[in-house]
């Protein structure tokens, strides 16, 4: 298992769009990919999951990736953070 943990730079958070983003990565991996946040796990292989992580900008939020290509999945999901998920 690998943790890392990521900012949310986006001004928007984690809502819809990226939602959609972040699922569309995540679903290109075998291994599962959970967010730790406010003491909570949400699944980010799923829209919904990701939505109810309610993470804002700034937020500081825990990702462990655990499975046999949990490398490339957290390479994925961190150039998609740095990249704000395509936004401003």
Excluded: P, W, Y
């Excluded at 900008?57 to 961190?78: K, P, Q, Y």
Aim: charged share 35%.
């Amino acid at each position: 298992m690998i943790t890392r943990q990521f900012e949310v730079l986006n001004e928007l958070g984690l809502h819809a769009r990226v939602a959609s983003r972040i699922v569309r990565e995540t679903r290109k991996f075998e291994s599962s990919v959970i967010v730790k946040k406010d003491g909570r796990d949400f699944d980010l292989k799923n829209v919904t999951g990701v939505i109810t992580a309610n993470a804002k900008r700034g937020d500081i939020v825990t990702v462990e990736f655990s499975g046999l290509d949990e490398n490339d999945a957290a390479e994925g999901l961190e150039v998609l953070f740095k990249n704000k998920f395509g936004e401003k």
